[in-house]
């Protein structure tokens, strides 16, 4: 049975689990004058039950389904003859989906290697026989689980307390999930970031002027080591970022501005949701935009006036992302000057001074702590912004100060390296992952510090 | 006060002053609230731009250009004499009953370079849609049949946006002539386009749909709700009602904050590295995709789970505690009924938000040319935003119209998503 099968069985099980033992508490509580001295209400013994059923079916079957794979993958790689096995990883990955192939009968055995098409046969083998333990297994285990606590529902047990002690450490579950992830990204990105330093010197990545990571296929090619200096990146995400956050800083503080000092309740009540709506719009529908309008505008617009455009400028990669920003900037800095106490201002106001005074000399510096944090995480989010820069920013590493000129970022070079063909362990995929490495430590910084910047701000006023 | 007479003088150019730096000083004033209008106006001028635009360059997305014609289905023109023959079907000739079925409209058009351009007129997998009906109705050949075929791109890009600076007319003059009889005789027409949203993508815009990735999402998104929900109202009660305060709570905290703010790009990383690269999943799988998506938008929905919980007053818990509810009790029963508007509410938006992105999907596979519509969370799929960036990114013209025909499907379920959470919100949340 495949594990999408075995999830509601084994959830079926839990609610026979359930039942049955909410029978049991009550026939054992009958002849005890009702169900007033049990300890727990029976609902309880039944999901007690229902746990002890579930809980250890359900760990048996996550760990089963998500390292059945690889192990049946390793076995079947052992198993092919000794002049059969791959030399290196991409060959490796290629007999892998020659032999998967093979057993899905999308290939015809007769136009493979004798050792492949056993290898295929033994990947059926083995894929049917875990998949009959793993159900066995299961079921077994839920059925165990289910009895063992039915055989445990009387009167002396206080159910309760054990349900809501398993349910509290579930939820202690769920929430690690976080520091999982977080530990998930680290990890997934350091191993290949130190084998990449393993094949290219640290220094030459950072500090190195040219960007081409074309390795070649031949190993007496020209330029067959390709380039990773990561230089022409840093510029170009910093350009593009410095140009969205030029348009974004003034036009959302300046809007927030007008939404929480000017404008009257009607105006807000409709403008915020239509700044929010720039908000909810998908990036790749800006990236659409940007590639297809605002880049041919750009660049028929400087042609008009004599200069030279790329047609995938910078420029229009910048702007679009400055709207996309607008909404993030205008509703940190509108929390963030809601927060300034109503005294200051109506100190400032009762002394005689106009709305943009109290604004420019009271609440804004009152304010700006929050403000520099809304703007750095605003700043952390342009440089991680992927779909607007893959569709209208280009790929050639330019370092260049013009920003008519096309250049590209740390986040389109992951997204080139990785999509397409590819294999592990050449440094042009293992590359992808160092910039991932980087773009995580820089937005991380960013995050970290603006994020104790708004807090202790938040701190000095509640 | 040593001087009477220039008191009143100083006090009368003091006002004077005053009077002035007033003016000066309302001026500011004034200037300073037109840089707000003309920041709100840039704000909203872009997005009106933005709208305009997709609107603009898609809705031709929603018309399609046919041309209905009369087919002979002859079995000596298409060297066939048993449709129900596999191997006869493989070697037969399509195409040439279409060609005899045009040349009926043009009879003067029978030189080898005038068939070509005549073949061109209709889409280029017309000679498989009647390969595929005589697979079905053997019994067709020899008959004559009314059959539908899609105008070919070009066709239709001159049908469509003839006259249009931003698309290239590539019909030869005598196509373009040809195009325009049968369209005053009806035999070229336009109509809506029920192909878009009935079939998967193909390379040929014509017999493209977004099926296939409106499938993949909802499959991905199947897997994001199942696995970000519970888990993320399960993290918030835990953090919100059980947390005991010390370093571990602290650093799950600091955590979630972060995650919320990590690029999405890095999920992908995360996804190729843990998913496909340890685990041995497939790529390109609804699966994998959901499970990305769920983790980067469990921090979202643990925020806005927190909040909801806040906001539910000490009042309602103190009762419950003292009719004597334990504490698991006062959450199950009273604490989580009451959050629960506010905590669907932010999983929508959460959940609306992964329904829009697209780069971390690009980096586990879901970007690969899929023409069958899924038929599960284990098979290979696209979604929406991935299927709108790859046809962005194709060289035919008609597939522009296509990405923004799919951009206003997008925004459509976007819009329908979030305007729900309003309402939910509106409806259920109460206030205390």
Same mark, same amino acid.
């Given at each position: 049975m495949q594990t999408a099968d075995l999830l509601p069985l084994v959830l079926v099980l839990a609610a026979v689990a359930y039942g049955f033992a909410y029978m049991r508490s009550r026939a054992v509580a009958a002849p005890l004058g009702?169900?007033?001295?049990?300890?727990?209400?029976p609902a309880y013994y039944a999901a007690r039950a229902a746990l002890w059923c579930a809980i250890p079916a359900l760990i048996i079957l996550g760990a089963w389904a998500a390292f059945e794979g690889k192990v049946i993958q390793n076995v079947v790689m052992a198993s092919l003859p000794a002049e059969l096995t791959p030399q290196s990883a991409g060959h490796a990955s290629l007999t892998l989906s020659q032999i998967s192939n093979l057993a899905a009968g999308?290939?015809?055995?007769?136009?493979?290697p004798d050792g492949i098409s056993n290898a295929a046969v033994l990947l059926q083998e083995l894929r049917e026989q875990s998949s009959r333990f793993k159900s066995l297994l299961v079921i077994l285990i839920a059925v165990l689980g289910g009895t063992f606590a039915w055989t445990r529902?009387?009167?002396?047990?206080?159910a309760r307390k054990s349900v809501e002690l398993t349910l509290q450490r579930l939820f202690f579950v769920c929430a690690a999930v976080a520091i999982l992830t977080t530990i998930g990204i680290v990890f997934s990105v350091i191993f290949e970031t130190v084998r990449f330093f393993g094949k290219v010197p640290m220094s030459e990545f950072l500090f190195g002027t040219n960007w081409s990571p074309q390795t070649a296929l031949r190993a007496d090619q020209v330029g067959s080591e390709g380039a990773f200096g990561v230089i022409p990146l840093f510029t170009g995400t910093l350009m593009i970022s410095a140009i969205a956050m030029l348009i974004a800083v003034p036009v959302g503080l300046l809007s927030a501005v007008y939404l929480s000092e000017y404008a009257s309740p009607r105006m807000r009540s409709v403008v915020k949701p239509l700044l929010e709506m720039l908000a909810g719009v998908p990036t790749v529908v800006y990236g659409f935009f940007a590639a297809l309008t605002v880049a041919p505008f750009i660049r028929d617009l400087a042609l008009m006036v004599g200069l030279e455009a790329s047609s995938q400028s910078a420029l229009a990669a910048g702007l679009v992302m400055g709207i996309m920003i607008i909404p993030f900037v205008s509703s940190l800095s509108d929390d963030v000057i809601n927060a300034v106490p109503r005294s200051l201002r109506d100190g400032s106001l009762a002394l005689g001074a106009t709305q943009s005074e109290t604004m420019k000399n009271v609440i804004f510096p009152a304010a700006l702590p929050g403000i520099m944090g809304g703007i750095l995480l605003a700043a952390s989010r342009a440089i991680g912004e992927t779909m607007i820069v893959v569709m209208a920013a280009g790929l050639a590493a330019n370092l260049t100060a013009n920003p008519l000129d096309s250049v590209t970022t740390v986040t389109v070079q992951i997204v080139t390296l990785l999509t397409g063909d590819q294999e592990f362990d050449s440094a042009k995929t293992l590359a992808a992952f160092a910039l991932g490495m980087m773009l995580f430590i820089v937005t991380l910084l960013l995050n970290v510090i603006a994020l104790k910047v708004v807090r202790k701000y938040r701190e000095q006023y509640d | 006060m040593t001087k009477p007479g220039s008191h009143a003088e100083r006090e009368g150019s003091q006002a004077e002053l005053i009077r002035r730096s007033l003016k000066r000083r309302y001026r500011k004033e004034r200037r300073f609230r037109l840089y707000g209008i003309t920041a709100i106006f840039i704000a909203l001028f872009s997005l009106v731009i933005l709208f305009t635009d997709i609107i603009s360059k898609g809705y031709t997305g929603f018309i399609k250009t046919t041309v209905t014609l009369e087919v002979h289905l002859d079995g000596e023109l298409m060297y066939l004499n048993d449709a129900a023959d596999p191997e006869q079907i493989a070697m037969a000739d399509f195409q040439a009953p279409i060609i005899k079925a045009m040349q009926a409209y043009f009879p003067e058009a029978s030189s080898r370079a005038d068939m070509r351009e005549l073949s061109r007129m209709t889409g280029s997998y017309a000679s498989n849609q009647v390969r595929d009906l005589l697979k079905e109705?053997?019994?067709? *050949?020899?008959t004559t049949r009314t059959i539908e075929f899609p105008a070919h791109d070009t066709v239709s890009v001159y049908v469509k946006h003839a006259g249009d600076p931003g698309y290239s007319i590539r019909l030869t003059e005598q196509q373009q002539r040809w195009t325009d009889e049968l369209l005053s005789k009806g035999v070229i027409d336009t109509g809506f386009n029920d192909v878009f949203f009935t079939s998967g993508d193909s390379r040929e815009p014509s017999n493209a749909g977004i099926l296939g990735a409106l499938v993949g999402s909802l499959l991905t998104m199947g897997i994001t709700l199942v696995i970000a929900f519970p888990v993320g109202v399960a993290a918030a009660i835990y953090l919100e009602e059980?947390?005991?305060?010390?370093r571990l709570t602290d650093f799950i905290e600091v955590n979630i904050n972060n995650l919320a703010a990590v690029p999405s790009i890095i999920f992908g990383l995360l996804g190729l590295a843990v998913?496909?690269? *340890?685990?041995g999943m497939p790529r390109s799988v609804p699966v994998v995709g959901g499970l990305v998506l769920a983790l980067m938008t469990l921090p979202t929905i643990i925020i806005s789970s927190r909040a909801a919980i806040k906001s539910v007053p000490p009042s309602i818990r103190e009762a419950a505690e003292g009719i004597g509810a334990s504490k698991m009790q006062v959450v199950l029963h009273h604490v989580l009924p009451l959050a629960m508007p506010g905590m669907l509410t932010g999983s929508i938006i959460g959940m609306a938000q992964a329904l829009g992105e697209t780069a971390p999907l690009l980096l586990i596979g879901m970007v690969a040319f899929i023409v069958e519509i899924p038929d599960g969370f284990f098979s290979s799929a696209t979604v929406l935003p991935v299927q709108i960036f790859i046809w962005a990114g194709s060289a035919e013209q008609g597939f522009v119209e296509l990405a923004s025909a799919g951009i206003m499907v997008l925004l459509a379920f976007l819009i329908t998503m979030n305007a729900f959470a309003i309402w939910l919100r509106k409806r259920l949340e109460r206030r205390w």
């Open positions: 009702g169900i007033r001295n049990l300890k727990a209400l999308k290939l015809n055995p007769a136009m493979v529902v009387a009167p002396t047990i206080n | 109705n053997p019994d067709w *050949l020899g059980f947390a005991p305060s010390n998913f496909i690269g *340890l685990f």
